[in-house]
């Protein structure tokens, strides 16, 4: 079944120790998206990408970024975490030129911040 | 004025009801307006959607109302069930640059 994937589904870490979340695609749709979510919360975008396009949302801090080495895979990295970055972080994906705008989201990693 | 407004906050109905749950937004520019649900744990996914050239969308138990004019849309869930608890999203986008504008959420419980 075409989905998408998202490693680890679960990821602890230290206070201001490195971490990559990782989304992988078989849908192979051109657009891809991070998004961060807090409890109770809808999801807040932090960046997304059309093709290898980067966009990053203004509001997204400086401590996180992506890369997107092809299609299929895209990762986020923050690079200090706070406390404040304890969340959900869903991927999802997109196709343009296509009439629904149907975003397909992957499980998410839980994030916990020790 | 991207802001999708959503209403209530939660909801409580009895097995077999009528769930309704109401979104209203202000840019004449949108021209998708999806609804997500999201089990706990899980990412949201796509329940059913409407585009404003019409009023109404059903699928199943699930029903999109849309009143452009009011700059309103609705999702009424009939004959609920305990297995659609869960929390939905209305949401808005543009075509032109295919961002979801949330709105802030509904947690819907079923009771059996």
């Known amino acids: 079944d075409a989905m998408v994937i998202q490693n680890p589904r679960y990821q602890v870490t230290q206070f201001g120790k490195p971490v990559t979340l990782s989304c992988s695609q078989t849908?192979?749709?051109?657009?891809m998206y991070w998004y961060q979510q807090k409890s109770s919360q809808a999801p807040k975008l932090l960046f997304h990408?059309?093709?290898?396009?980067?966009?990053n949302e203004a509001d997204t801090p400086d401590n996180f970024q992506s890369r997107r080495p092809n299609t299929s895979f895209c990762f986020l990295d923050i690079r200090s975490p706070g406390l404040g970055d304890a969340a959900m972080y869903l991927c999802?994906?997109?196709?343009?030129?296509?009439?629904?705008?149907?975003?397909?989201f992957g499980p998410g990693t839980r994030l916990t911040v020790l | 004025q991207q802001q999708v407004k959503q209403s209530p906050q939660s909801l409580i109905v009895q097995k077999g009801g009528i769930s309704i749950i109401n979104c209203a937004y202000e840019?004449?520019?949108?021209?998708?307006f999806p609804w997500y649900q999201q089990f706990p744990g899980k990412g949201p996914a796509l329940l059913i959607a409407?585009?404003?050239d019409v009023s109404e969308k059903k699928e199943g138990r699930f029903t999109i109302s849309f009143n452009k004019s009011a700059k309103q849309f609705s999702l009424h869930i009939m004959d609920s069930q305990p297995g659609d608890s869960a929390t939905y999203f209305c949401?808005?986008?543009?075509?032109?640059?295919?961002?979801?504008?949330w709105g802030a959420g509904t947690k819907l419980i079923i009771k059996p």
């Open positions: 999802a994906t997109g196709l343009t030129g296509v009439k629904s705008n149907e975003q397909f």
């Open positions: 849908l192979n749709h051109n657009v």
């Open positions: 990408y059309y093709d290898k396009d980067f966009n």
């Open positions: 840019n004449t520019a949108f021209d998708y």
């Open positions: 409407i585009r404003p």
């Open positions: 949401a808005a986008v543009m075509d032109s640059n295919y961002q979801l504008i």
